[in-house]
């Protein structure tokens, strides 16, 4: 069965520290990997996409990696800023002939100013 | 660009009665996508579509779920008789199609957010 977990679940940290987010699926034969942010009441926005043949995508302060062979992928968000506070949520693409996705159940983040 | 579009943003109703949802795409935006979010997960896939066609609605509860895309662009999901597990936000995704095979991004809209008594 194709599923996504993410850790921690809930993440609070001080303005200005570095921190990492963790992902990881169990088929490992994924097309791409995709990060979103959701923030209270809103949709989703995509943040960063690796293709399965990259090993990391960057965007200003975030960074995420992809290691296919352990299934694990990890956004790095430096210097954190209260802004930031949301839902990260990864979102695995598998499929041949169309795009099915799966989607991790969320790190909620709280950077306190 | 006009982002996708949803309503209404909020629905509240009792069990067993009946609700629709709207979705405007992007334009240009061949495939459309309604996931269901309960609070505290991730979005769950309900049913894809490509221009009219359907491509996965293996998830989609379809003794009380139906959705449809007329001519390719608006889409409406509706649940009859809705049960109380079914309360959660129901995004509408749309990403561009340039081939099988070929991935794009999906861009989201706002979401409904259903409660059922």
């Known amino acids: 069965k194709q599923e996504v977990t993410q850790i921690p679940a809930a993440l609070s940290v001080p303005e200005g520290e570095n921190l990492v987010l963790n992902c990881s699926f169990t088929?490992?034969?994924?097309?791409?990997l995709q990060w979103f942010r959701q923030d209270p009441g809103k949709g989703l926005t995509s943040l960063l996409l690796?293709?399965?043949?990259?090993r990391e995508q960057t965007s200003g302060r975030l960074n995420a990696s992809l290691d296919k062979s352990s299934g694990r992928s990890t956004l790095y968000i430096a210097a954190s800023q209260p802004g930031d506070s949301a839902t990260y949520l990864c979102a695995v693409s598998y499929g041949t002939s169309y795009d099915k996705v799966i989607f991790g159940p969320g790190t909620s983040l709280s950077v306190i100013p | 660009e006009a982002g996708v579009a949803q309503s209404p943003r909020y629905k509240i109703i009792e069990k067993r009665q009946s609700v629709a949802f709207w979705c405007n795409p992007i334009?240009?935006?061949?495939?459309l996508y309604w996931y269901q979010q309960i609070l505290g997960q991730g979005p769950k896939l309900l049913i894809q579509?490509?221009?009219?066609?359907?491509?996965?609605d293996s998830q989609l509860p379809k003794d009380r779920f139906s959705a449809e895309r007329l001519k390719g662009v608006d889409s409406t999901l509706k649940i009859q008789p809705a049960k109380l597990e079914d309360s959660a936000v129901y995004l509408c995704a749309s990403s561009r199609f340039r081939g099988q095979g070929v991935r794009e991004t999906q861009y989201f809209g706002p979401g409904t957010r259903l409660l059922v008594l």
């Open positions: 690796i293709q399965s043949s990259q």
């Open positions: 334009s240009g935006h061949a495939t």
């Open positions: 579509f490509q221009n009219n066609g359907v491509v996965d």
């Open positions: 088929d490992s034969a994924i097309y791409n």
